[in-house]
C-alpha cells in the first residue's frame, strides 16, 4: 500500500508510519522540510515499509542531508540509523535515551524503575547533540531546538519561523503522557510555560493532525494537569494510597488496557507534588509506594 504524502506548506510534506494503537493514535507522522536539500524529522519505528516510503517520496533533484529526532521513544527514532546508513545524512538530537533526565528521575532510574511508556530506544546515539536555542541551517530553512524535556528528557521541539515541530509534548487528539523516569511533570509543565511565550502560529506533533490553535491547547494541557492534581489531592486527603489505586480511583471512564499508563501519569503527579512539599510517601521514592497528604 503506498503511504500517502500530505503537503502541508511550501517546502513542508508529511507521511504517516502505518503504526496505529493507543498510544500512537493513527500513527507517527514524519516531516519532510525542504525544497532540494531535505530535514527528515523522526522517520518512525524499525519499520522498512515506511523507510521506503520516505526514499521514495523524494524527487530526483531531492536528497536528505540531515536526520532530526525530537525524542528516542520507539515510535520516533529507530528507523534513524537505516535512514543515515542509505543516505549518509547525520542525526541530529537533544542527546542520548538518558540525556535531560532530572536528578530525581535519574535516581528512580537507578533504583530500578523503567517501562511504563511507549518503549525507549536504548541504542539510539546521534552523531550530532543540540543544545537549547542551537540553530541548523541551510540556504532553504533553519530550524531553531527548543529544550522540551517532560515527556522524555531528551525531547526537543524544533521551530520553523511561526511553525513549531512539537513531538509528542503538544498532541490535539490526547494529553501527552508523562511516565517517570523518562516523563517528569515538574519539567512538562515548565516547558508548556517556555512553548506559550514564544508566537507560534501553527504546531505539527508526532501523533494526528496539526494544531492550529496552538495557545488554546497549550491553556488546555495546563489546566488538564492541575485538574487531575485535584484530584489525586482530593483522594489523598480522603486515604493514603500508591499510583495504582489512585489511578483506578480517578480514570473511570478509559479503557482499561490503559489504567497502567494512567498509574504512571499518577506517579508522575506524585512526584510533583512530593517537589511541591504538598505530599509525602512512606519509605523510599517509589513507584509502589503509598503517598499522603501533608497537612
Request: with cysteine.
Amino acid at each position: 500500500m503506498t503511504t500517502p504524502i500530505i503537503q502541508l506548506a511550501p517546502d513542508l510534506r508529511m507521511l504517516r508510519c502505518n503504526n496505529p494503537s493507543p498510544m500512537t493514535y493513527t500513527g507517527t507522522n514524519t516531516y519532510l522540510l525542504g525544497h532540494r536539500n531535505i530535514a527528515v524529522i523522526d522517520p518512525g519505528p524499525d519499520n522498512p515499509d515506511h523507510l521506503g516510503a520516505i526514499l521514495d517520496a523524494l524527487t530526483q533533484d531531492q536528497q536528505i542531508t540531515h536526520i532530526i529526532i525530537t525524542h528516542s521513544h520507539l515510535d520516533h527514532s529507530p528507523n534513524a540509523a537505516p535512514l543515515s546508513d542509505r543516505t549518509g545524512a547525520p542525526i541530529y538530537a537533544f542527546g542520548d535515551s538518558h540525556t535531560g533526565r532530572s536528578t530525581i528521575m535519574t535516581q528512580l532510574a537507578d533504583s530500578g524503575l523503567a517501562g511504563g511508556g511507549e518503549g525507549v530506544d536504548a541504542s539510539f546515539a546521534p552523531d550530532h547533540c543540540l543544545a537549547d536555542q542551537d540553530q541548523i541551517q541551510t540556504p532553504e530553512w533553519t530550524l531553531t531546538a527548543l529544550h522540551t524535556p517532560g515527556h522524555f528528557g531528551n525531547h526537543i521541539c524544533l521551530e520553523w519561523g511561526r511553525h513549531l515541530f512539537c513531538g509528542d509534548h503538544v498532541m490535539g487528539w490526547a494529553s501527552s503522557l508523562v511516565s517517570p523516569p523518562d516523563g517528569d511533570l515538574t519539567d512538562f509543565m515548565a516547558s508548556c510555560a517556555k512553548l506559550r511565550a514564544r508566537p507560534h502560529r501553527i504546531y505539527h506533533p508526532g501523533h494526528g493532525d496539526p494544531i492550529m490553535n496552538p495557545v488554546e491547547r497549550l491553556d488546555w494541557l495546563t489546566t488538564h494537569r492541575l485538574n487531575r492534581e485535584a484530584q489525586i489531592l482530593a483522594s489523598l486527603e480522603t486515604e493514603p494510597a500508591a499510583a495504582r489505586d489512585l489511578a483506578a480511583r480517578i480514570y473511570t471512564d478509559v479503557d482499561p488496557m490503559l489504567l497502567p499508563a494512567a498509574a504512571r501519569n499518577v506517579f508522575a503527579h506524585l512526584i510533583d507534588l512530593k517537589q511541591k512539599n504538598q505530599v509525602d510517601q512512606t519509605g523510599p521514592l517509589a513507584f509502589d509506594s503509598v503517598f499522603h497528604c501533608i497537612s
